[in-house]
């Protein structure tokens, strides 16, 4: 159902995000994450002994950035159309470094130029960037083609989606990536809200759906306090909103940015996850079975979330944990929009609009759902293992130690 009472209605934006282009970390353990990102399907481009980049197959030059320091995210990037768009950046956005060549290994793969700010509500690194050129890369095997009931695509060859069915592996080997789809931060009640807004009046983000907890008058006291609270705080019943970039009649991802509210009393904002697209289910599948096979080995993986199909923007979906209990996604077949549609209100109160298993079309139920687990690298089984330093650096929006790797951007 349609319905335009999201957050208020704000004067035009600065500019208008294209996309999402690449997210970034610091790991102080670099070949423990290039393991990570090969076992993901990622494709290593650079490695020295400060900073790991990695890509997938389409033609960006790369997706995926962990730098030598404390275990941290640190943030992520949008492209943007022109370099006018990263100059109205650095002239209206408070502390957006000037317009930059990008330098460096990131700066020799790809050229082009880039922004760069500290967004002060949620702590995150945010970056524009412009004129990245990469040749798109080869995949190893090509698109599955599939016999569906009564339409037969695929006759007389035998369907092999792994390339081991002759002779027939346990481990069908890591998935192949094509691209960053989207990425998801938690960030704590009240300033969730006003983190969304940032990025409308920013980067010209349009919601697609926004999930409200519509409480009917006189039934608050069959809901938990707090969420009565920061209703009445911030005059808003908005619990998340799942956001896309505004391009007009062109297509776009049903969202690029969800933006959620970090429920379990983590003080700073958390990265939930970031998602990237694979070519069909059965790339779905074969990673999820991978990640299994490596974390029986011993691998310091662990699955967050799946396998199953999202209802909003449809994304078939499998979440893990890489070693640092940050949340990996491989997706596909996800919904493609234009700026016409929603946008659309999700009624938390209704379990007919937020569905019995998790939010998902088909998967795992609330009950037996890693959902929880897409809060921040807390949420990780293995958290508790690691040391004490390394728990506190994920959790804290501190940047004083990465204040080198920032400056550097």
């Known amino acids: 159902m349609a319905d335009t009472a999201t957050l208020p209605e704000t004067a035009a934006p600065i500019v208008k995000a294209a996309d999402v282009a690449y ?31 990695s890509r997938g197959l389409e033609p960006m030059p790369f997706l995926h950035v962990v730098h030598r320091g404390p275990a941290k995210f640190i943030g992520w990037a949008f492209e943007v159309d022109s370099e006018d ?15 930059h060549d990008i330098g460096g290994a990131e700066g ?15 702590g995150f690194v945010l ?23 009564g339409v037969d695509d695929r006759v007389g060859v035998e369907q092999d989606v792994v390339g081991n069915r002759y002779p027939i592996k346990k481990d069908p080997g890591p998935a192949e990536v094509y691209r960053l789809g989207h990425v998801v931060a938690a960030v704590p009640p009240g ?46 019943d908005v619990m998340f909103q799942f956001m896309r970039m505004d391009r007009g009649s062109a297509e776009t991802d049903h969202h690029s940015i969800l933006v959620l509210p970090l429920m379990d009393g983590t003080p700073e904002a958390q990265f ?46 499998d979440y893990w944990h890489d070693p640092y209990g ?48 897409l809060n921040g690298p807390q949420c990780d089984p293995k958290f508790a293992e690691l040391p004490d330093e390394v728990r506190a650096s994920l959790l804290s929006r501190d940047l004083s130690e990465v204040q080198h790797i920032v400056e550097g951007i």
């Open 23 to 53: 997210i970034r970390f610091s790991a102080p353990d670099l070949d423990a994450m290039e393991a990570f990102v090969n076992d993901f399907g990622l494709v290593v481009a650079h490695r020295d002994d400060d900073v790991l980049i």
């Open 85 to 99: 768009d990263l100059a109205a950046l650095a002239n209206a956005v408070p502390g957006c470094s000037p317009v």
């Open 108 to 122: 020799q793969l790809g050229g082009g130029k880039r922004v760069h700010f500290v967004e002060p509500v949620s």
């Open 127 to 149: 970056e524009a960037v412009h004129g990245q050129q990469a040749e798109p890369l080869a995949p190893r095997r090509g698109r599955h083609t599939y016999n569906h009931a």
């Open 191 to 236: 300033a969730h809200q006003a983190f969304m807004k940032v990025l409308e009046n920013t980067f010209g983000m349009l919601v697609s759906d926004a999930a409200r907890m519509i409480i009917p008058p006189g039934a608050e006291e069959h809901f938990p306090p707090p969420l009565g609270e920061l209703i009445k705080a911030t005059g808003s």
């Open 272 to 317: 939930s996850h970031a998602a990237f697209e694979v070519f069909s289910m059965d790339d779905v599948f074969r990673g999820h079975m991978h990640f299994r096979e490596r974390e029986a080995e011993g691998a310091p993986y662990s699955l967050a979330w799946g396998i199953g199909r999202h209802v909003y923007g449809s994304q078939i979906y």
């Open 326 to 373: 940050h949340v990996h996604e491989h997706m596909c077949d996800g919904d493609r929009v234009d700026a016409d549609y929603g946008p659309n209100t999700i009624d938390m109160t209704d379990p007919g609009q937020m569905g019995f298993n998790g939010g998902s079309q088909w998967g795992p139920t609330v009950e037996e759902s890693g959902i929880d687990h």
